[in-house]
Every structure is written in structure tokens, then in C-alpha cells.
């Protein structure tokens, strides 16, 4: 094929293919929420409490172990999972248990959740229990909150803000 005939032919295709990609990143038109919602989002990244506190060896104890192996105090790793519950208007939306992350359980619980609510005056309860050995929830939070449509109001846990944190 001469080259006179390949240029336009390529230059054709070249153009073609443009478009495709210049209608394809603009349409079909993508919504993330409707009209009148708005977005919940749970994103938290906590470890839970030991499930086992540390307990001193006694002399004992450490004259049976190897001279290497002799650390006064038996810690184990594992760590609780962290519960949360989320209620909205009174009725459950979210109600998981995280598990600790790692081979021996001793790294911290992630949780990564969202849902779309309808935009408007909603009460909020979040509750958190980050220690397998209290009954109910450790951390508690409850909150009034006035949802415009768009709006994204994220729940996290913060132990130097005081736990739960909304925003």
C-alpha cells in the first residue's frame, strides 16, 4: 500500500478512535447518589483491646525455660475483635464485628462501609465495643444530624479525639 493512501486511512482510524474515548469519558452519565441522598461511610482502623492480659512467671517458671527465653512476663498477642453498630432513626443499618488482622491476631481491625441515606433530619447512634471481655459497648455516640442531598458524613474512631468520631 502506498504511503499516500496509508497516511489518511491512519489518520481516519486515529480520529475515530479519539472520539470513542472522548464520548466514552463523559458519557454514559455516572451518579453516585440520587437527588435527594446523601452518604454514610464507616472507615475505621482500630486495634481492640488484649484478650489476655500479661501475667508475671514465677521463679519457677523461669528456671524450666532456656536462658534465651526468660522474659518475666507472659504477654499474648491476640487481640478482640471491634464490634460496631450503627443505628439510623432507631433501626440497625450496620451491625458487624471486625476480626484483628494478622497471622496471630495481633494487628489492628479495619472496617470500610458505605450506604447511601435519604437526605434530611436523622438521628444517628453509633456504638463500638473494642474489648471481647465487657458486655454492651465500650464507646458510645449519639447524634442529630440535618443530611443535605450530596452530603458525606463519615464515622470513625479516634482514641485521641475522645472514640467515635463523626464528621
Do not use: W
Not at 20 to 28: A, I, K, Q, R
Not at 102 to 119: C, N, Q, V
Amino acid at each position: 500500500m502506498s504511503k499516500f493512501i496509508r497516511y489518511p486511512v491512519q489518520a481516519v482510524l486515529y480520529g475515530l478512535f479519539a472520539l470513542v474515548v472522548g464520548y466514552f469519558s463523559t458519557s454514559p452519565h455516572y451518579r453516585l447518589l440520587g437527588d435527594s441522598e446523601g452518604l454514610l461511610r464507616l472507615s475505621l482502623q482500630h486495634p481492640g483491646k488484649l484478650l489476655v492480659e500479661c501475667r508475671q512467671r514465677s521463679p519457677e517458671e523461669l528456671a524450666k525455660m532456656p536462658p534465651n527465653m526468660r522474659a518475666s512476663a507472659d504477654c499474648p498477642r491476640e487481640r478482640s475483635p471491634v464490634a460496631v453498630r450503627i443505628e439510623l432513626d432507631g433501626k440497625p443499618i450496620i451491625d458487624d464485628s471486625y476480626a484483628p488482622a494478622g497471622l496471630s491476631k495481633d494487628g489492628a481491625s479495619a472496617a470500610y462501609r458505605r450506604m447511601p441515606i435519604p437526605a434530611g433530619q436523622h438521628q444517628l447512634h453509633v456504638r463500638i465495643n473494642d474489648d471481647k471481655n465487657v458486655k454492651g459497648y465500650t464507646h458510645d455516640r449519639e447524634l442529630a444530624l440535618n443530611v443535605k442531598p450530596g452530603q458525606i458524613v463519615l464515622i470513625d474512631f479516634q482514641p485521641e479525639l475522645g472514640g467515635v468520631v463523626i464528621r
